[in-house]
């Protein structure tokens, strides 16, 4: 791998938009992750070094003491691995759980992620790509008919706490 693809660690930013918060649950499952099984999750940035995936990783990333990011340009048309040769069987199990773990334990900033795929809706990006549907936006701004569905704004301290629930219908997990 060519010298010009690595990069210190600090001359990325972080998504100054980013729909996903981090509370300190999710944030200490991270730096527990990169501390016990280093670095495995690539993250994604866009030509402007900023951080559109991996915000998280990033951040605990710099507190578990990684310094280095290691840059693959890609086209899109070509997925990427990261490839872990040096993990036993059981590492290569544990990372898998945590992974996921680290992933529950994230939550959404529903007012930043409203606003974006509002503003997405314009484009010629279908919601259903996105992973999202009318209905969905509609919860998100409460103007749906669903009696007893509203989203309450949570500090970083309660969201340690905050009982998820998944909506029959799309999947998407919502604060109880």
């Not at 693809?5 to 991270?30: E, F, M, Y």
């Not at 016990?36 to 402007?48: E, H, P, T």
């Not at 990684?66 to 840059?71: L, N």
Request: net charge negative; aromatic share 6%; proline share 5%.
């Amino acid at each position: 791998m060519p010298e010009d693809n690595i990069i210190d660690i600090g001359k990325l930013t972080a998504d100054p938009d980013n729909v996903r918060k981090h509370p300190n649950k999710n944030l200490s499952a991270i730096t527990g992750s990169l501390k016990q099984f280093g670095a495995a999750r690539s993250i994604v940035i866009d030509g402007k070094d900023v951080v559109r995936a991996g915000n998280g990783t990033l951040q605990q990333a710099v507190q578990a003491g990684i310094k280095k990011v290691q840059i693959v340009d890609a086209d899109g048309q070509t997925l990427i691995a990261v490839r872990r040769k040096d993990w036993s069987d059981s590492q290569a199990a544990g990372y898998a759980v945590t992974d996921n773990r680290t992933n529950d334990l994230a939550t959404w900033n529903f007012g930043e992620l409203s606003s974006q795929l509002q503003a997405l809706a314009g484009h010629d990006i279908p919601m259903a790509d996105l992973g999202w549907n009318e209905k969905d936006l509609d919860i998100m701004a409460g103007h749906a008919d669903l009696p007893g569905v509203k989203f309450p704004e949570y500090t970083e301290d309660d969201a340690d706490n905050v009982e998820m629930i998944t909506c029959p219908h799309c999947q998407n997990q919502f604060p109880k």
